[in-house]
């Protein structure tokens, strides 16, 4: 037998579920799970790695569209798997679709904002697609595969 | 069957109906319309992500 230096696979997962703390946290007022919404923005608009929280500027707007968009359904809780005795994946993926039925959404859009509507409206991540409008219709974002090469959320080490 | 339009519900048979679709290595995406004497009456798309970005690298400190 013999020690490999690590950062431990179980810590990436636990991430996902503030079992760590190192610095100042927000107050939890439940250990239930956040709930998490998810925004559509133009494509005009400008979201990124920088992007901090949910914002109204460069959001879709349109008949039967509400903004801050739909809720994320998670009933799946991040997992973290050991791809070597040196690396591992923690990830997670919502459990099922973004529907946002019977819109319609004129201007060309592209983007679509995950964020923590327990905590402040924190930014989670920007995902992009090719450019769609809807036109009374609807518009469903269908998630990946939650594995460890694909989930919608992966914090990995190598 | 009764689709939705801008002029409220109306049968497809009354529509001319265009589909379409992309794939690539970031998303599988399908798309329909249908149209009304030239006009665009509906519009749907399913988008299907396949690919996320990934924080990867992360790695502990040597002594």
């Known amino acids: 037998m013999a020690n490999t230096q690590s950062m431990c696979t179980s810590f990436l997962g636990e991430l996902m579920t503030a079992t760590h703390n190192f610095g100042a946290s927000p107050i939890r007022a439940a250990t239930t799970a956040d709930t998490f919404k998810a925004a559509l923005y133009l494509a005009s608009a400008t979201l990124n790695a920088s992007t901090t929280v949910y914002s109204t500027t460069g959001e879709v707007t349109g008949t039967n569209y509400t903004a801050g968009g739909v809720t994320v359904t998670n009933a799946t809780a991040p997992t973290s798997t050991n791809s070597s005795t040196t690396a591992g994946v923690g990830y997670w993926t919502s459990s099922a679709s973004l529907v946002y039925t019977t819109v319609t959404l004129s201007t060309a859009f592209d983007t679509v904002l995950i964020y923590n509507s327990t905590q402040s409206n924190k930014a989670v991540s920007v995902h992009t697609f090719g450019s769609q409008t809807i036109t009374a219709g609807t518009f469903t974002l269908t998630m990946p595969s939650n594995t460890t090469t694909t989930a919608l959320l992966r914090l990995a080490t190598t | ?63």
């Not at chain 2, 265009?18 to 665009?40: F, I, M, P, Q, R």
Request: aromatic fraction near 6%; charge should be negative.
């Open chain 2, 1 to 63: 069957m009764i689709v939705t339009t801008t002029k409220g519900e109306m049968d497809d048979s009354l529509l001319e109906k265009k589909e379409g679709s992309v794939d690539n290595d970031n998303e599988s995406t399908t798309w329909v319309e249908y149209w009304l004497d030239g006009e665009l009456v509906h519009r749907s798309a399913h988008v299907t992500l396949k690919k996320m970005p990934v924080l990867a690298g992360a790695e502990t400190a040597s002594f």
